[in-house]
């Protein structure tokens, strides 16, 4: 059930009607949305909750003061930052890049934790991870796999506890519903549900749900189990899990733009709020706010640009109150307002930032909102006191466009990704400052073995004398590393993980800007081959 034209306001009748259907949504409005499926982190996946309220319950800086930054050694296609910071239960800071390496950070230091290598190493992973109740960091990659990774016991290298390969590219985060269940859409325009591993059963695909256009908008997820998420062929879905006995999901409802891809399509994450609304902006310029029971629009906003117009999903306030940043580089909060002409989105009050937005705003108890755009800044904007025109509290200037959005910590930082390749992090009163020695960060380069030269990665933690690694080669082969640091020379071994287990150790000298070695490698046959590398920074 849905409506294509504008419609008169509800009434009381309408009203009634929404209540009635949506009981469930009033019970839970002033918890706000569930968290059981979900780690009990503050901020633990895109867009906050399963809702994609993309609200904070703690406030954020008040100035641009920073409190540190990580690096991960390159820009744009090769290390920028395009998915969203989320936010583990001990504070881990975690965090996919375009060198298609998943990184967990402590929170105040900005020092790597741990990290995870996929497939990809260029435009590799944009999606944002979900932090499953029992510590599963779930994400997908360009690689075409869905990853449930788990902070590892020993080392720096994370434990892939499974991953289902999808055969496709992911560009999607993952909803989850109230079972564990992972929802993410893919390349191949279809909506995947995966079931994590229960007992001696692997993770698997238990049905999927093909759309008529691109997948970039992520799902949410209703506390009944609805599944929403927006496609590029102009309609907005709202799926049930399958009867028993059947593989196919039933279609709630459908709504559609009336038309599709640059003029129509949606690109960003609908979000739902506490009384039965979901909110989703289209690429033709509105925000649309429509019953999450039925699909009837219930009012929209008309924004300035008409074509790829809105990339950001919308926060929702306790008030109901609609928080987005179109391509016209205006931030708006929104309102419902109803007249003689009927019901429609009122504007109570905007931010002209003056270029175009990409990222979607995180948003504050204290009402402040956080937005980054493609100027590089991200900015801190307060309510008007009086008047429609909203209050700068601070900018920051970046050196890259910002896609990744800004999240909020348990103690008041606040977290961003950009794409020259840095995560920011922010606080009024806290500084951090690194632990780890001059080799810890990310190294690229190249390994020769056997006469042939691969594209090698390293990602290393440095602690006095010892050192920890990552490395991954251009052949998706992975492993992990240890060894120690004594005047410049690095004696190490590693471990990499494909068909067989290959061992090997080595010797480099290791500056501050190279790391340059020979080492010796057992293959699957037990045969030794020599070999070299060199990697910068």
Same mark, same amino acid.
């Given at each position: ?7 008169? #306001? ?10 009635? &259907? ?9 918890? /706000? ?7 009990? #982190? ?15 319950? %703690? ?51 900005? =020092? ?27 994400? #997908? ?23 289902? =390969? ?20 893919? =390349?191949?325009?279809? $909506? ?63 709504? &559609? ?51 790829? &117009? ?9 008030? /109901? ?19 003689? $002409? ?68 348990? =103690? ?35 390994? %020769? ?21 990552? $490395? ?20 190490? %071994? ?44």
């Amino acid at each position: 059930m849905r409506s294509r034209g504008a419609r008169a #306001g509800l009434g009381l009748v309408g009203l009634l009607g929404l209540t009635a &259907a949506w009981g469930v949504w009033a019970q839970t409005a002033s918890v /706000g949305p569930a968290t059981a499926p979900l780690a009990q #982190g503050h901020w633990p996946k895109v867009r906050h909750d399963i809702w994609n309220t993309g609200r904070s319950s %703690t406030n954020g800086p008040r100035t641009g003061a920073l409190k540190w930054t990580f690096a991960t050694g390159r820009s744009e296609k090769e290390g920028g930052i395009e998915t969203d910071p989320v936010i583990g239960p001990d504070g881990t800071v975690y965090v996919g890049a375009n060198n298609g390496i998943l990184y967990g950070l402590d929170p105040d230091r900005g =020092d790597i934790r741990w990290a995870f290598p996929t497939g990809f190493d260029t435009f590799g992973i944009y999606s944002t991870p979900a932090i499953l109740k029992d510590g599963t960091v779930v994400f #997908g990659a360009k690689d075409g796999k869905v990853y449930g990774v788990r902070p590892p016991t020993t080392g720096l290298l994370g434990d892939l506890r499974w991953s289902v =390969d999808l055969k496709t590219t992911i560009q999607t985060s993952p909803g989850i519903g109230p079972d564990g269940t992972v929802y993410i859409g893919a =390349d191949d325009w279809k $909506l995947y549900a995966i079931a994590p591993p229960q007992g001696t059963s692997p993770a698997r695909i238990t049905w999927s749900f093909q759309t008529g256009g691109d997948m970039i908008s992520s799902p949410a997820v209703g506390p009944e189990g609805t599944i929403y998420f927006g496609s590029m062929d102009g309609r907005v879905y709202a799926l049930q899990e399958p009867p028993p006995g059947r593989r196919e999901p039933k279609v709630r409802w459908t709504f &559609a733009s009336g038309s599709t891809g640059k003029t129509g399509g949606f690109e960003n994450a609908p979000a739902l709020d506490g009384m039965g609304r979901l909110v989703i902006g289209g690429n033709d310029g509105l925000v649309y706010v429509l019953n999450a029971a039925t699909g009837e629009k219930l009012w929209s906003f008309k924004s300035q640009f008409t074509e790829y &117009a809105i990339f950001s999903s919308a926060a929702i306030g306790p008030d /109901g109150t609609v928080y987005i940043g179109p391509k016209d580089g205006f931030l708006y909060a929104l309102r419902e307002s109803r007249g003689l $002409l009927g019901t429609r989105g009122k504007a109570v009050w905007k931010y002209k930032i003056g270029t175009t937005i990409e990222t979607s705003p995180a948003l504050a108890p204290d009402g402040t909102v956080y937005l980054g755009a493609d100027n590089g800044k991200i900015y801190g904007i307060a309510a008007p006191a009086s008047g429609d025109a909203g209050r700068l509290l601070w900018e920051f200037q970046t050196k890259g466009t910002l896609i990744s959005s800004p999240v909020i910590g348990p =103690d008041g930082s606040l977290y961003i990704g950009s794409m020259d390749g840095t995560v920011y992090a922010f606080h009024d009163t806290k500084r951090g400052r690194s632990a780890q020695g001059p080799l810890a960060g990310t190294w690229t380069g190249s390994v %020769t073995l056997g006469g042939q030269a691969q594209r090698l990665t390293l990602v290393l933690a440095h602690r006095q004398s010892e050192v920890e690694g990552v $490395l991954r080669l251009q052949s998706t082969l992975a492993g992990g590393m240890r060894g120690t640091l004594q005047g410049g020379t690095l004696r190490y %071994t590693a471990s990499l993980l494909g068909d067989c287990r290959a061992e090997h150790k080595g010797e480099a000298s290791a500056e501050t800007q190279e790391i340059r070695g020979t080492f010796e490698v057992k293959d699957c046959q037990g045969r030794s081959i020599q070999g070299a590398f060199r990697v910068t920074r």
